[in-house]
């Protein structure tokens, strides 16, 4: 049942992905997240690093929000009978962890998140792609030689 129901989430997951592409409603969010950090900051779209920021944000809040009926559904039916828990006690501790979640995404992802933007838009690309490709030989390496 786990499985199948993996399946389904990932098909969903997906499809709802490449609809979103082909509608362009990514190019509307980076319009949006430059209308906002023009809002709430007075800043025009110069400032790549805090529009990519906003546009990352809102990204991952339409993500959260398309999974969140299948991570509830799986918390609340297929988990809570497997662990014997109480619904509402297995909806609450979602809500918690969402709430959790999203504050050490906040803390920690906003200042990481600039950081990798600002250098990613100051330096040269074939530079990153050099740096992962040192990255993805030094994993290989590091896991053949188990």
Request: proline content about 3%; charged content about 15%; some cysteine.
């Amino acid at each position: 049942m786990r499985l199948s129901f993996s399946r389904l989430e990932s098909t969903y997951g997906f499809i709802t992905e490449v609809g979103l592409l082909l509608a362009g409603i990514f190019v509307w969010t980076n319009t949006v997240a430059e209308d906002v950090v023009h809002f709430l900051f007075n800043w025009g779209p110069e400032y790549k690093v805090a529009n990519g920021v906003v546009f990352l944000l809102i990204v991952s809040f339409y993500s959260a929000i398309m999974k969140a009926p299948f991570e509830i559904y799986r918390i609340v039916v297929i988990d809570s009978k497997f662990l014997k828990m109480d619904y509402t006690n297995a909806l609450a501790n979602w809500i918690w962890d969402q709430l959790k979640l999203s504050v050490l995404a906040i803390l920690v992802g906003i200042p990481l998140l600039s950081l990798i933007l600002k250098l990613v838009s100051h330096f040269d690309p074939i530079h990153w792609v050099c740096y992962f490709s040192k990255l993805f030989i030094e994993s290989l390496v590091l896991i053949f030689s188990i």
